[in-house]
């Protein structure tokens, strides 16, 4: 894993920033958590790429609140055209 920052899916609504806080310190240092709201994922930045690889390792199709966890590296955020924005 190159980088530092991770994407958590499957995520139950009701997760708060603290408990992922809380499930991923376990792991490393956690720099970083960013619920995006009612979309069920958020993204958890690790002070290192090494401790981001030992919490997806570790963490990758847990239970956490009842939803199995699906944790991948986090992608670069892509370009937003002007054109995505219009509707039709």
Do not use: C, W
Request: hydrophobic fraction near 30%.
């Amino acid at each position: 894993m190159q980088g530092n920052k991770l994407y958590v899916g499957n995520l139950s609504y009701s997760v708060t920033d603290k408990q992922l806080e809380e499930l991923f310190s376990k792991h490393g240092q956690v720099k970083e958590v960013n619920i995006i709201a009612n979309r069920g994922f958020a993204f958890v930045e690790m002070a290192e790429a090494s401790e981001a690889e030992k919490a997806k390792e570790a963490l990758d199709g847990t239970d956490f609140e009842g939803r199995n966890l699906k944790i991948d590296e986090a992608r670069p955020r892509r370009e937003r055209t002007d054109n995505s924005y219009k509707r039709y």
